[in-house]
């Protein structure tokens, strides 16, 4: 009964952190540039209990058995398949047309000062700095950066914003003056070696040495003439990847693994009694 209750009770925490990356997915099923988590389980550490080797000529039964201790949640992966574009009528919505490019976006990093981390939530606004100006930034106000790593600052009262294939982004105002910027655009190579900053980010790790990996394998600034190959429209975004119908059937199951293994921790606990109060 004890095994029972300690195999039953190392999967609930794994289930349990399945059932969070699942509710995870489902609350950002309609965040643009969202893509979802999958999470994928192994046995843990079993014990072998061999029958006697000598008695060959009684026993027909497998040589042993195996007694498990639960499994585990091995690993959480990152689906960066593309989502399908939505129309929005949007100046300020992008979307990338191509897998793997990012914007470069500057996020505050505490004590550490700006960090350069790597989205493809595209819907962008600007925000009043000072003398006149506005800045380029995300939906969490976060700015965008140029192709230089630089904010985009611009004067207010623009018309419209036009963007061409290749991230440059055009600020056109009344008076028929343009001007324009090179979005900060990155090519993720390996972005599954990339570290989770949150729902839409992604940041390069601090040991990459140590994974035996050189930024260069798994990064490249796209700058120049490489530009051509970016590809990008205005007034859409990529909406998430995420399979509501996939993630719904996926918590049901777990749930009923959840389930299962608190009852089974229950009836070894009704046992144990059943055995204690025997006189």
């Known amino acids: 009964m004890l095994r029972t209750m300690i195999t039953a009770t190392n999967t ?13 997915n489902i609350a950002n099923s309609n965040t643009a540039g969202y893509k979802a988590k999958e999470g994928t389980f192994s046995e ?63 996020m505050p990093d505490g004590e550490n000062g700006i960090r350069t981390v790597y989205s493809r939530q595209g819907d962008f606004y600007v925000t009043p700095v000072e003398n006149g100006q506005v800045m380029l930034v995300n939906s969490d106000g976060y ?9 985009i600052y611009f004067p207010d009262n623009v018309s419209n914003f036009s963007v061409s294939n290749d991230g440059i982004l055009g600020v056109n105002y009344p008076d028929g003056d343009k001007l324009t910027f090179e979005l900060g655009i990155t ?22 040495n140590e994974l035996g990996y050189n930024e260069a394998d798994i990064l490249v600034d796209i700058q120049g003439a490489a530009r051509n190959e970016i590809g990008m429209t205005n007034k859409s975004l990529e909406i998430s990847n995420v399979d509501l119908s996939t993630e719904m059937s996926n918590l049901i199951n777990a749930q009923r693994n959840y389930q299962f293994n608190s009852r089974a921790i229950s009836i070894a606990d009704q046992m144990l009694g059943l055995i204690n109060g025997i006189r």
């Open 187 to 208: 090519e993720l190579k390996t972005p599954q070696v990339m570290e989770h900053v949150s729902d839409t980010y992604l940041g390069l790790p601090t040991n990459v």
């Open 143 to 151: 700015a965008v950066a140029d192709s230089d790593g630089n904010a």
């Open 12 to 24: 609930l925490g794994q289930l349990q952190s399945q059932i969070d990356t699942i509710s995870n």
């Open 44 to 106: 843990l550490l079993y014990q072998q209990f061999n029958n006697d080797q000598l008695d060959t000529t009684v026993r027909n039964s497998p040589v042993g058995i195996r007694y498990g201790v639960g499994a585990y949640l091995g690993q959480i992966q990152t689906n960066f398949a593309q989502g399908s574009l939505q129309s929005t009528d949007r100046d300020l919505d992008l979307a990338f047309t191509k897998e793997k490019q990012y914007f470069n976006i500057l």
